[in-house]
């Protein structure tokens, strides 16, 4: 039966430093590293190995998933990296420390920029250091300025719908290395999350998440590899 494997980056340094990341590439620390090893030990343990590969145009997420293969023998799999399956795009709060954020614009505020489906954070300035749009990796694509959860969707379920699902329905077992929010959208769209549910959802770092689709490709139950 078809399997997707999702599995969010493991801890970056600006997870391990609390700032807003976004769009912006940050590289694993030593323990995002260990929980990349890990999740890769886990499928090898559990007989859970992906045949298909999918990942971001971002390092935390690309390394995640080499490393995760590597330690489950399958380092040689072909490997798909698209920007769509990029984490939300934080626009002007990208690079800002999240607490001193609270303290300057109130614990309610960023709480609606960091979890309600669609609002936005305030847009990224023209010219800004965390700018990504003359990075070459994203030569020929309009690079967002700022993005909610609601905006995310709408661009990671339709690659999701071409390219993906497809192969998974081939009969493959598909691995996801993303973000917490592209996986969000996922998860959200999979489990048929409401907008309102969908904000208390928290993806960890480094735990696989799988499901199970029937003949008809209806996916089950969501559960932890680590509970199976």
């Not at 999918?54 to 293969?69: D, E, G, H």
């Not at 967002?144 to 699902?165: A, F, G, H, M, Q």
Request: include cysteine; charged fraction near 25%.
């Amino acid at each position: 039966m078809p399997k997707l494997i999702l599995v969010r980056h493991g801890q970056s340094q600006w997870n391990l430093e609390n700032r807003f990341t976004g769009w912006w590439d940050v590289d694993l620390t030593e323990k995002g590293v260990a929980e990349a090893k890990a999740a890769g030990r886990l499928m090898k343990e559990k007989g859970v190995l992906p045949t298909a590969c999918f990942t971001s145009l971002q390092t935390r997420a690309i390394k995640t998933l080499n490393l995760a293969l590597e330690e489950a023998g399958r380092l040689w799999l072909p490997v798909t990296k698209d920007w769509r399956l990029n984490e939300r795009h934080y626009g002007g709060l990208t690079g800002l420390n999240k607490q001193e954020t609270r303290e300057k614009h109130g614990d309610e505020q960023v709480h609606i920029w960091r979890r309600s489906f669609d609002t936005p954070p305030p847009p990224m300035e023209p010219g800004s250091q965390y700018d990504p749009g003359a990075d070459p990796r994203y030569d020929g694509i309009d690079v967002p300025n700022t993005e909610s959860l609601k905006l995310t969707i709408e661009r990671v379920l339709p690659y999701w719908e071409s390219d993906i699902l497809p192969v998974l329905a081939s009969g493959e077992t598909v691995i996801i290395s993303a973000h917490g929010n592209s996986l969000r959208a996922l998860v959200k769209h999979l489990s048929n999350i409401s907008d309102e549910d969908i904000t208390g959802l928290e993806i960890p770092t480094g735990q696989p998440i799988i499901y199970d689709f029937d003949d008809n490709m209806v996916p089950g139950e969501r559960y932890y590899l680590k509970d199976s």
